[in-house]
């Protein structure tokens, strides 16, 4: 059963009448209020994921549990039907089970932590927030197994719980959470760090709603997801074709040297209705790259990507969600059967975004983006330093954004909203690492009218001996390009050794041990290219060269003839381009960079250092879910 909210008031809300200036003034200081969430967060947490990355999603939600103000949705619907107690004022709850919220959060290291907003004794609004934390326990440090099996295997699991109880903070429970991490001192941090967050903006609400009257709180609340849901319902008719609409992209391996597996999704328009259907998509994998995917997560991934797109002027909110349908068949790798490991689901989170790219664009290629939001590559070091101190990084690095119809794709950034590095002198200061290099990679973003972002190398010199794990994608398969776009380049990692010898390391791997002078160079994917490489202005791709964002050799993708002084041979560029187009033919609308998954397995190995993945194995129990036929993969 649900949970039952408590409340001394019952006296019902009362929808009014609101007027537009003061909706406005109520919408803005509930942005202000998610913000201020923000900030009182990074300036008390402890971890540099939180600290310094920003790896949290804050939200302020209607009593219906609505998201109203917020970075991601549907934390609370989810979370609310996992619980089946009592809510009451006071309570702060907490949970870190996908299982038990239907993906309300996707793996382990993300606590979520939501509280009700009481005022006079009744509930007005909701507070939420999920952070990443370093370490969950687990097998291996950083809690994040490419290897595991079931979601046992990486770290302790909680529940739906009452972590603080009418005010009460209910120690002997986060004692035993606590307990079997590797970081407790951090994870303590960054958990009252999140209380206070949760406590900031119950203040505001309460502040807001004493102000202006709690029937206007709430209509106004109520007001905005209207006002969301009428601009997305306009947006969805502009843009979502009735016609079916298919796209397929896929996760090079699970990090067990099976792979790739396919994502697969439909979409078309239902008179006001957007509908996904993402059958066709590969059974889950024995590993931990499965994504559990609440729908209505992905409602928001799905309105997000077309406001940025279409319409940035839109906030959005939670408004839109019965615009939406989500279908995902049981026992894929985007709705694994418990108890699946789910660890790295990032390769699979950050493919989305491509995806819906992929669907969206064909009915309107004018606004196309190419793939670039293809990972969050995850970098982790630990081990015991000579005085016997512990050290543990968790670092999220960054990749090239994709071109897109109304300009470049950034280098090396994130494609997470708000997300920023951690600064290489924090690294320096606090774990026993130097980076010798931190820079752009020339000519790794497709090149386009509009080029993609290039991806971003950075060098770990480590000083102390210790474990790697890293956790990376697009190392098989590349970010492609569109419209005439050519695709971006693929991942890659070199270890070389104090003695100079060098390794060709997986992009999924843990336990890589190290040594004092080792070098890791990370090198990340680059964003593919959009339109056509051969109508960028020319002054373009000479600031590129001369940026050092493009070589010389690399400009002729754009059919750009640059001369010794870093200049353009505009004569040689005009006869250049015009042979060019003349071979090229017709322009494709996906360039993927290979014509089948077939063959490019046969040519891995000497393009990529790396045996070509096998064919995934699935259990009997998860074909049968998943509505697989037998014959079309292999029973393990």
């Not at 934390?75 to 709850?93: L, R, S």
């Amino acid at each position: 059963m649900p949970a039952k909210i408590i409340q001394r008031n019952k006296k019902p809300m009362k929808k009014v009448k609101v007027d537009s200036v003061t909706i406005d003034i109520i919408e803005s200081a509930l942005r202000n209020a998610r913000y201020e969430m923000d900030t009182v967060l990074f300036r008390t947490a402890m971890s540099p994921g939180i600290r310094e990355q920003h790896d949290e999603f804050p939200m302020i939600a209607n009593l219906d549990g609505k998201m109203v103000v917020g970075q991601f949705g549907s934390f609370i619907w989810g979370f609310m039907q996992g619980y089946d107690g009592t809510v009451e004022e006071g309570d702060v709850f907490l949970t870190n089970d996908p299982y038990s919220v239907n993906g309300a959060i996707s793996h382990q290291n993300d606590w979520l932590m939501l509280m009700p907003v009481f005022k006079d004794g009744r509930v007005i609004a909701w507070s939420a927030m999920f952070g990443h934390m370093t370490d969950v326990g687990g097998k291996v440090p950083g809690s994040l197994p490419t290897d595991a099996r079931t979601i046992y295997e990486e770290g302790v699991s909680v529940p739906p719980i009452r972590i603080i109880k009418g005010g009460q903070l209910q120690d002997d429970l986060l004692k035993v959470i606590l307990h079997n991490c590797r970081l407790p001192t951090w994870n303590f941090s960054d958990f009252n760090a999140i209380v206070a967050a949760l406590r900031t903006a119950a203040i505001r609400c309460v502040e807001i709603s004493t102000r202006f009257g709690d029937d206007v709180f709430y209509s106004a609340m109520d007001a905005m997801l209207e006002r969301n849901k009428r601009a997305m319902r306009q947006l969805i008719r502009q843009t979502v074709p009735e016609k079916k609409q298919y796209f397929e992209d896929y996760i090079c391996d699970d990090g067990l040297n099976m792979g790739p597996y396919k994502i697969a999704c439909t979409m078309w328009r239902e008179g006001d209705k957007c509908i996904f259907d993402f059958t066709g998509t590969d059974p889950q994998s024995i590993s931990s790259i499965n994504f559990l995917l609440n729908e209505e997560m992905f409602k928001m991934f799905a309105g997000v990507y077309m406001i940025m797109v279409f319409d940035p002027q839109i906030l959005f909110n939670d408004g839109f969600y019965d615009l939406m349908e989500v279908r995902i068949p049981p026992g894929t790798l985007l709705k694994p059967l418990k108890p699946a490991a789910l660890s790295c689901r990032t390769h699979a989170l950050g493919r989305i975004f491509d995806i819906l790219g992929g669907l969206l664009g064909q009915g309107n290629p004018a606004f196309m983006c190419a793939a670039g939001f293809s990972d969050s590559p995850h970098f982790m070091y630990s081990g015991y330093k000579k005085t016997g101190e512990w050290y543990q990084l968790y670092q999220i690095t960054f990749g090239g954004i994709p071109g897109k119809p109304f300009g470049d794709g950034p280098d090396g950034h994130s494609l997470w909203p708000s997300f920023t590095n951690v600064p290489n002198e924090f690294l320096e200061s606090y774990f026993p690492l130097r980076i010798d290099i931190y820079e752009t990679i020339a000519d790794t973003g497709g090149a386009g009218k509009n080029r993609g972002g290039n991806g971003l190398r950075i060098g770990y010199r480590f000083l102390e001996q210790g474990e790697i794990s890293i956790h990376d994608d697009r190392w098989l398969t590349y970010p492609w390009g569109v419209n005439g776009g050519l695709p971006g380049a693929r991942s890659k990692k070199t270890l070389v050794r104090a003695d100079g010898t060098e390794e060709n390391l997986p992009s999924k791997i843990d336990r890589v041990k190290v040594n004092e002078g080792d070098l890791l160079l990370s090198d990340t994917w680059g964003g593919g290219g959009c339109g056509d490489p051969f109508e960028r202005e020319i002054d373009k791709v000479v600031f590129d060269v001369q940026a050092g964002l493009v070589t010389p050799q690399g400009a002729r993708n754009y059919g750009v003839v640059i001369k010794t002084d870093l200049t353009a041979d505009v004569a040689a560029t005009r006869k250049l381009r015009a042979q060019l187009t003349a071979e090229r033919g017709p322009m494709p609308l996906f360039d993927r960079g290979f014509t089948s998954i077939e063959s490019l397995k046969q040519r891995c190995k000497a393009e990529t250092g790396h045996e070509a993945p096998q064919q995934p194995r699935f259990s009997e129990r998860v074909l049968k879910s998943a509505g697989v036929a037998k014959k079309k993969t292999q029973a393990a």
